[in-house]
């Protein structure tokens, strides 16, 4: 499994659907370890008024055979950018993605999205209960607060 982007010159894809994610053999393969992606600056478009949404996404995993590659996960979540949807289609859909194709043991995100309507909006998902034996450290992002 040769990885397409890694040390390539990329482009972000135009969509999400059009994105390609890349994996690469898991280096412990005999170990249990948990992974974790943070992005603090995600956006997507609200698919009703198209004004951009913020989130900070927590992506928990332990890998099986394989391990997403960096990069390319950084692509596909850049993909998003001009992508409308809701909060919960975004998030449950990232972690679904991940999981259709990386088949990893276990994995979680935590969609944090800023107010939108002065309603902040956290989504959740996970494949199942985590795994005995892995840390899991909290994710610790607190609930929004605004000012105050």
Request: hydrophobic content about 35%.
């Amino acid at each position: 499994m040769e990885p397409k982007f890694l040390g390539k010159d990329s482009s972000l894809p135009a969509s999400p659907e059009d994105a390609v994610l890349d994996y690469v053999p898991n280096p412990r393969p005999d170990e249990r370890f948990l992974v974790r992606f943070t992005a603090p600056e995600f956006t997507s478009l609200c698919p009703v008024t198209g004004q951009p949404d913020f989130a900070q996404l927590m992506i928990d995993y332990v890998p099986q055979e394989t391990i997403v590659e960096s990069k390319s996960l950084k692509l596909f979540l850049g993909s998003f950018r001009n992508h409308a949807a809701f909060h919960e289609d975004c998030t449950v859909g990232i972690g679904r993605r991940l999981v259709d194709e990386m088949k990893p043991e276990w994995l979680r995100i935590g969609g944090y999205w800023y107010p939108r309507g002065g309603i902040p909006i956290d989504v959740f998902w996970q494949t199942g209960a985590p795994p005995g034996g892995v840390w899991v450290p909290d994710q610790g992002v607190p609930s929004y607060r605004g000012r105050g």
